[in-house]
């Protein structure tokens, strides 16, 4: 990613290249608080998501059935030793809510990861090839972006049945369309630039042009469509947890958490509240994030 | 007394603390039916001047002068209301880029009758009548059929031409054309420029022409101002602020133009380039690109003079002023 | 004008074959054949089997058998509910009219405020209201709309007990269907208290509903309006002396919502894909409960068409999107 990014910048500054392109685009993205801001929690997210095993108190699924639906330890009647309280069958909501960013977080990587890398691979053939295998290919993305985007996600579940990894595959099914259009459009802007007219001169074969040459230069908007779909693919997928179409219990993803807890939503506010908040940050994070590389990659809003 | 009064005017932009300099010291006036041409490099100030006439400066833009009137009018003062009441009607601007310009939602004729109508009323059918008069008057041919075509359907000169029948359709008394004529085609230029002194000739109203092409302004003004880095260097009326320049910096614009090389295997060029927001030089402004350029020079900023009635030069050594230097 | 609408049309015949083809597909991808899938766990008998293979034309070639549900689906025939025994037409039409109220609702409160709020916050760019206003659009944005709308009832309906918490309107009242809409059938009744409660069964819903819209029209608005601010024309206008509420909303507002009505369209499928978890939620008996519920109870016919009609439903919204803007934008409808 790191080569990538300074071949793009140089590419686009010319001569007049500053010391380093990385420390540009850091220099962008540090001015914007926002991203800041979603660059930490994304930071945060991600250490609770490698060290649950230590950080967390408890296993997730363990229940205390002495501890039936304890509120959180500053409220009254809470218990110090479960610090956002219990779950309606005893278990641990903070450890529950750790392992579930660990959960959301691989979601969001194997979704956005096979949606991105089939999504190029398609994207760039319809750019290379056109013809029928261009419309083609644009044509079957026009059928899935008609479908909104839950419903698709649905759809695919239909087929595949319910569960968390169905539940990817349908996630990167509805963001594939995205990322094809995105390759192509990029790919074709730079196919015909001097550069790839100069490699193909000197002898490059289409794969080598493609994947080589090209898509690197491809990759700024592609990185941030992935970071914003990243926070569509946690949403979503907490969406169909919530259905109980995606992940099934006693799994510990948050959208599943909150539907098993619904009936407890007036006598037991944290168990509702708590995974919707997770959700929230989670998505706003990447969100923030996604924005604020945007705001850094594209050299139109640049002073 | 001067149509135009603008004394020490200033525009800052950027922050208090780092203020970016685009106008600094400028004293301009402008008589009734006079053409004032304003001349200098890209960056020097010139459009800011005309846009902080038109009141378009928008924060963090900063406007201030010892005097800017109008007409005896204190447009500093002067309500917002009233201010606005006088763009378009007393004074009317045209700009660079007339494609651009017009609003590619809407009609030649939306554009005319909605400027008629703000500033004078009138029925729908007078004021489209006077659309269509105003169209006749910049030469554009059928109008009638003109009225109803969007600005995408308009070629570039013909678009300007619509720019000017907006900026005199209430008969201003100074007009202030931005580079009216760089946009288009070299074909067109002239046509242009000699429909805009037309206007001006007929309805006996002052022209401000910002350009930074010397031979148009030798052709077309009765004065010029020569404008450097926000600063003016020279003002003079023509034709001797031509043969007999004064500041260094109007000489060496001369020497650049392509008439003044016949003969030479390379065109002349001033080394160097205007100075940046940050890089202001501490003295003279030109100090750096000047040929003739003294150590007082680098160390202290000149003031502007008159050696005599008409003219102004910003140059402790001044050419010219003895019978001609070189 | 004609021969645009015609040049859409043509791009879209094949996207919506396309979407036939893949509603298709469905029944066939299903792990076993669709029968088997349809019987669920019980199991069946083989007789029982082939007889239904042989009642729903399974054992035809699949060319033949996808030819015939096009022009089956064009006749607006998609079968029938395993469940109910009732045509999947019949079903969607009778719980579109819930889905179409609730999503015209969430919509008009999402042009409302989402379209105006843009406008402030661009004109007033960088103050406290822009920041807050695109603050509060992240939020709405970044919102998992099924807590969002848990939030809502447990605020508004638990705690304050304002808003009832589900169905379309209160068990007393119960007026005759005649536009399929309740705030209109409502007042047709003629009872005073039906309105009202229809009414107050909407606010929560809507508000659930229209959020992301809301906070994505903002968004947009925000941006397109200091995109216009910025052209040389919003200039020339103010140098001709046009007020400021004039050159913003004569010549500003009606380049920056070009745009916008491209997003509005898109909104159609936000507020589609939406209807599942508000109407979940809600017990809003609307099409996107039909379907959460048909998949749950694996009535496949009722998937199928449910897909079907909603795509047609996007498709036909965003000619009419394309439509207007070759309305709006003089620059597209002289494109020959």
Known sequence: ?303 | ?326 | MISFFLRRLGVLIPTFLGITLLVFALIHMIPGDPVEAMSGERGMDSARHAQLMTEFGLNRPLPVQYVDYVFKAAKGDLGRSIVTQESVMREFLDRFPATFELSLCAITFALTIGIPAGIIAAFKRNSVVDYGVMGVSLAGYSMPIFWWALLLILFFSVQLGWTPVSGRIAVEYDPEVVTGLMLIDSLLSGEPGAFRSAASHLILPTIALGTIPLATLARMTRSAMLEVLGEDYVRAARARGLSPLRVLTRHALRNALIPVLTVIGLQVGTLLAGAILTETIFSWPGIGKWMVEAIHRRDYPVVQGGILLSATIVIAVNLIVDMLYGVVNPRIRHQR
């Open chain 1, 1 to 303: 990613m790191n080569t990538s990014n300074s071949q793009l910048t140089v590419a686009e500054e010319g001569i007049s290249a500053p010391p380093s392109p990385l420390a540009e685009l850091w220099r962008d993205f540090r001015r914007n608080r926002g991203a800041l801001i979603g660059l930490t929690l994304v930071g945060l997210f991600i250490f609770m998501a490698l060290f649950a095993n230590w950080i967390a108190p408890y296993s997730p699924i363990e229940q205390y059935r002495d501890s039936i639906l304890a509120p959180p330890a500053w409220v009254e009647g809470g218990k110090a030793q479960f610090l956002l309280g219990t779950d309606p069958v005893g278990r641990d909501m903070l450890s529950r809510l750790i392992f579930g960013t660990r959960l959301s977080l691989l979601i969001g990587i194997i979704s956005i990861g096979l949606s991105m890398s089939i999504g190029i691979v398609l994207g760039l053939t319809a750019a290379f090839s056109g013809g029928k295998t261009d419309t083609g290919i644009m044509r079957l993305m026009d059928v899935l972006m008609a479908l909104p985007s839950l419903l698709l996600a649905v759809a695919v579940i239909a087929v595949l049945g319910p569960g968390l990894m169905n539940a990817m595959y349908a996630i990167a099914i509805v963001q594939l369309p995205a990322f094809v259009r995105l390759t192509r459009a990029s790919a074709i802007a730079e196919r015909s630039r001097d550069y790839v007219t100069a490699s193909r001169i000197a002898g490059a074969g289409v794969l080598r042009l493609m994947f080589i040459v090209v898509l690197p230069n491809c990759l700024a908007p592609l990185i941030v469509q992935g970071t914003l779909g990243f926070s569509t693919a946690i949403l979503d997928a907490a969406a169909l947890g919530f259905l109980g179409l995606g992940a099934q219990p006693p799994t510990p993803e948050w959208g599943s958490m909150l539907a098993s807890a619904l009936e407890f939503i007036q006598s037991a506010w944290w168990v509702v509240s708590l995974p919707g908040i997770a959700i929230l940050l989670a998505v706003l994070a990447f969100n923030l994030m996604g924005d604020g590389l945007r705001d850094a990659l594209d050299p139109k809003l640049k002073r």
């Open chain 2, 1 to 326: 007394m001067a149509l135009l009064d603008i004394k020490n005017l200033s525009v800052h932009f950027g922050t208090e603390a780092r203020p970016i300099i685009a106008v600094e010291h400028l004293d301009l006036q402008i008589d009734a039916g006079e053409v004032v041409g304003i001349v200098g490099e890209s960056g020097s100030g010139k459009s800011v001047t005309s846009l902080a006439l038109m009141g378009l400066i928008d924060a963090p833009g900063r406007v201030s002068a010892e005097s800017f009137s109008f007409d005896g009018r204190n447009l500093l003062t002067l309500p917002k209301r009233e201010r606005r009441a006088m763009l378009g009607r007393d004074i009317a601007m045209i700009f660079q880029d007339p494609m651009t310009s017009l609003n590619p939602c809407f009609t030649v004729g939306d554009h005319l009758i909605e400027t008629l109508a703000v500033h004078e009323g009138g029925s729908r059918k007078a004021l489209r009548n006077r659309a269509l008069e105003l169209l006749t008057q910049v030469e554009i041919p059928d109008p009638a059929r003109r009225m109803a075509a969007y600005p995408h359907q308009l070629s570039g000169g013909m678009s300007q031409r619509v720019m000017i029948a907006l900026a005199i359709a209430c008969n201003p008394r100074l007009l202030i054309a931005d580079e009216p004529t760089t946009a288009l085609d070299v074909t067109v230029q002239a046509q242009v420029l000699e429909l805009l002194l037309r206007l001006q000739r007929e309805r006996g109203m002052a022209l401000m022409l910002i350009t930074h092409d010397l031979g148009v302004v030798a052709e077309t003004a009765h004065r010029v101002v020569v404008m450097y880095a926000g600063q003016v260097m020279e003002t003079g009326k023509v034709p001797s602020i031509f043969t007999q320049p004064r500041h260094p910096y109007t000489e060496a614009l001369l020497s650049a133009l392509p008439e003044n090389n016949i003969g030479r295997e390379r065109l002349q060029t001033i080394p160097g380039v205007v100075p940046g927001a940050y890089d202001r030089p501490q003295g003279c402004l030109l100090a750096p690109r000047c040929q003739y350029a003294q150590e007082s020079c680098r160390t202290t900023r000149p003031t502007l003079a008159s050696p005599d009635a008409g003219s102004q030069v910003r140059c402790f050594f001044p050419l010219h002023t003895s019978g001609p230097k070189e």
